[in-house]
């Protein structure tokens, strides 16, 4: 065996190392921290009365929401409905999923979801959640008051002085006066020390006109643009359908924000040139621009491939994660697999989807996994069970790249991707890479580890039927019914107890990647938090709250052209 592979089989022991097992209330949320996201001492400033910073704060809210026109950032929100399982816990029943671009109309936030297939939409939503859910109104959650937060319409009350992270924030209760018209927040908020951002507000919309649609949220935001905190985190519960002093739980929602610098998005950029609007260098005689929007131009020596341009795509509609740290650590598992298997494959990369629902695929010779799936993933073995069904698509050649090029027009409106991209093989490549992926495991260094894979499968098996949304795939073949469960023939399951408090058969959603919503670079979470005291606390594939980690930025980053924060 060539030395190079030895070396690179050494390589679990960093994995291991980078992909910790996380317990339930880990919950990714901080932007990154390396080089400029370093947090910065706070800078003096001269005191101010209550009153002034609360006019502080408003002035600096409207800011944001003059500064909020300028982007369109993806907004996405998976719901569990919930069902009373005992006089104190309960679990999901069904779920909805919305993912749209985050957009202003006139004085108001709303969204337009992206579009999908026949064949992405599955089954249809329940009478009940079309009635009572819209993207829309988690939308509204993304500010207090968008269009009146101000003294005429709300009184305000000093709580205290409270830490959040490492920011200093003073904690204020709101509550709408009498005769407003408006949304009527009703809740808390915090604003930190220094410019007066709202960084975090818990609460509801108690005006008539929303009240169909209002539900109670906590609203999380992080410093990512110079001195302004934009929105990036909201967890939503609410209790009793009809009856408000139910204390039965109704739902749980998570909503996150990214995509706010999609105009740097890719890592390529060729689909981001803007045509000029007076071409220089046009030859008259011929009727062509001295631009040109080709795929087929290089980067340095090295031309575009088929699945570059579709990884680009991906990426400029706010969907894929630029390259990265964690595309590392996935393709280290790649190269466990091959050296242990004596494959020689060069070129296997491997990218992660930013979106929630459970979802692997190939695009060439690049292995594609959605971050709701890493999220969840309780170890490395599990990984590498995942990762072997999808490598065993590339040893056999099932690679659509060839397909690419004339199949694929990638210049459509983002809204439409699901329903412009298919990543789907048919059944019986389906099944061949099931043998062989059981194949590549078993020979693996993770064929010891089997049990846990069978835990992760057997959880996911009797949580499918409550959660379909999230095991309903919009680029490739459903998680819930594809290649994963064939995992299960690798050995036999009969004496596994996945009840047990140590046994962590799979994670809760957010427990194990970090986004920042301005760049959409993701990284694993690493800090582990204490481990779960029965069975019940350990919520597999379920939605638990937001909590931060808020630190401020070292350096601003340059405002957008045309924008004045």
């Known amino acids: 065996m060539p030395s190079g592979k030895i070396l690179r089989l050494a390589c ?47 002035a600096q809210e409207r800011r944001l929401t003059k500064l909020i026109r300028h982007f369109k950032p993806v907004i996405e929100t998976y719901i569990q409905n919930q069902k009373q399982d005992s006089d104190v816990q309960t679990s999901p029943k069904d779920d909805v999923y919305f993912l749209s671009r985050l957009r202003l109309d006139g004085t108001a936030l709303s969204s337009r979801e992206f579009e999908t297939s026949g064949r992405s939409r599955g089954r249809k939503k329940s009478r009940r959640n079309a009635e009572v859910f819209a993207a829309g109104d988690f939308a509204q959650e993304v500010f207090p008051d968008f269009d009146h937060f101000d003294r005429q319409n709300y009184e305000f009350k000093l709580v205290r002085w409270e830490m959040l992270g490492e920011v200093r924030c003073i904690v204020i209760d709101v509550t709408p006066r009498e005769a407003t018209d408006n949304r009527g927040f009703m809740g808390r908020i915090w604003v930190e020390d220094q ?26 935001r992080l410093n990512t643009l110079g001195n302004m905190w934009m929105p990036a985190y909201i967890y939503t519960q609410e209790s009793g359908l009809n009856d408000p002093s139910s204390r039965g739980l109704w739902f749980k929602a998570q909503t996150r924000i990214w995509g706010y610098d999609l105009q740097q998005a890719g890592d390529h950029r060729e689909y981001a040139k803007r045509l000029t609007d007076n071409p220089v ?128 027009r990638l210049f459509f409106p983002d809204l439409e991707t699901y329903t412009k991209l298919d990543f789907r093989f048919d059944a019986a490549k389906e099944a061949e890479a099931d043998s062989k992926g059981q194949e590549l495991f078993s020979k693996s260094p993770y064929a010891d580890k089997i049990a846990s894979v069978e835990r992760f499968l057997q959880v996911l098996e009797a949580r499918s039927p409550q959660l379909p949304n999230l095991l309903r795939a919009h680029l490739s073949t459903d998680f819930g019914s594809s290649h994963f469960v064939a995992m299960r023939a690798i050995g036999s399951a009969k004496n596994l107890q996945v009840d047990h408090a140590d046994q962590m058969a799979a994670l809760p959603l957010g427990s194990r990647i970090k986004l920042d919503p301005w760049s959409d670079r993701i990284e694993i979470l690493t800090a582990q938090s204490p481990p779960p005291m029965t069975a019940a606390d350990k919520r597999p594939f379920e939605v638990s709250p937001f909590f931060p980690y808020l630190k401020r930025l070292a350096e601003p980053k340059a405002t957008p052209a045309g924008t004045s924060p």
Request: charged content about 20%.
């Open 12 to 58: 679990p022991l960093v994995v291991a190392l980078a992909w910790p097992l996380v317990a339930q209330n880990s919950v990714p949320s901080a932007p990154p921290t390396a080089g400029d996201q370093r947090s910065s001492p706070a800078a003096p400033r001269k005191s101010l009365t209550f009153e002034e910073f609360v006019d502080a704060t408003i």
């Open 195 to 220: 410019d007066n951002n709202i960084v975090r507000f818990t609460g509801t919309h108690t005006a008539k006109a929303y009240a169909r649609h209002s539900f109670h949220f906590d609203s999380w």
């Open 281 to 408: 260098a046009v030859d008259p005689n011929r009727r062509e621009a001295s631009q040109n929007l080709s795929p087929n131009l290089t980067v340095g020596t090295s031309a575009y491939t088929p699945e570059d341009n579709v990884v680009e795509r991906l990426q400029l509609a706010g969907l894929m994660a630029p390259d990265g740290d964690v595309d590392r650590i996935l393709e280290t598992v790649v190269n466990n697999l091959l050296v242990t298997n004596n494959l020689d494959i060069a070129g296997v990369h491997c990218r992660v989807l930013l979106t929630t629902p459970l979802e692997s695929f190939v695009i060439g010779r690049t292995i594609v996994v959605s971050r709701g799936l890493l999220d969840v993933l309780p170890d490395e073995a599990t990984l590498a069970a995942v990762v072997a069904h999808e490598l065993a698509h590339i040893v056999l050649n099932h690679s659509l790249a060839r397909e690419y090029a004339s199949r694929y």
